[in-house]
């Protein structure tokens, strides 16, 4: 008998803890609510000579903007976006739910991804320009995602936290402490 009372007082305290995880509720968001308007102006608004480049050909570098064609008055605006860290800091501490694709940046002995950059659109840090820091998210969990392809589109839920992350594939402006992801569909 006291030991159905005492499951049955434990069962009572913690089934509300277990529940209050399971309401948190996250704010859809997309990604340009991110970047101030500031960095999203320039970057709608790239070089002209940028359209002149073919994707892949020796010239889809950024080595093109740095040391490239000076008459264009976009050029300098363009670059200091594609490296923004400034962050919308009103999202720090906010719970999101966001799409995105994984890049990998660490994995653990069952090959689940551990740590890894979420990004807007795939192929983001193989492809020029890489998007800007402040429109990459940084993870780092013990969970662990399967990822079967790096083409697999994901739902990411979780809570932001402003900070910058560098990694040879990139700099992130945005962590998330992950709390769920699932396929985006």
């Known amino acids: 008998?006291?030991?159905?009372?005492?499951?049955?007082?434990?069962f009572c305290l913690i089934l509300p803890f277990a529940n209050a995880q399971n309401d948190t509720e996250y704010e859809e968001i997309e990604w340009i609510v991110l970047m101030p308007d500031d960095d999203l102006a320039a970057l709608m608004n790239p070089p002209s000579y940028i359209d002149d480049v073919m994707e892949g050909s020796p010239a889809d570098s950024l080595d093109l903007l740095h040391g490239g064609i000076e008459e264009d008055p976009r050029t300098a605006p363009y670059l200091k976006a594609l490296g923004s860290t400034t962050v919308i800091e009103e999202y720090n501490g906010r719970n999101i739910r966001i799409p995105g694709f994984i890049v990998p940046l660490s994995s653990d002995d069952d090959q689940n991804i551990t740590e890894f950059f979420?990004?807007?659109?795939?192929?983001?840090?193989?492809?020029?320009?890489?998007?800007?820091?402040?429109?990459?998210?940084?993870?780092?969990?013990?969970?662990?995602?399967?990822?079967?392809?790096?083409?697999?589109?994901?739902?990411?839920?979780?809570?932001?936290?402003?900070?910058?992350?560098?990694?040879?594939?990139?700099?992130?402006a945005y962590g998330l402490e992950l709390a769920n992801w699932m396929p985006y569909e």
Request: net charge positive.
């Open 1 to 10: 008998m006291c030991k159905k009372w005492l499951v049955a007082v434990v």
């Open 118 to 172: 979420i990004v807007p659109y795939f192929g983001a840090c193989l492809h020029l320009p890489p998007p800007p820091p402040n429109q990459m998210l940084h993870v780092k969990t013990d969970k662990g995602v399967q990822l079967k392809s790096l083409e697999d589109a994901f739902w990411f839920e979780g809570t932001v936290k402003v900070e910058t992350t560098n990694s040879m594939l990139g700099t992130a």
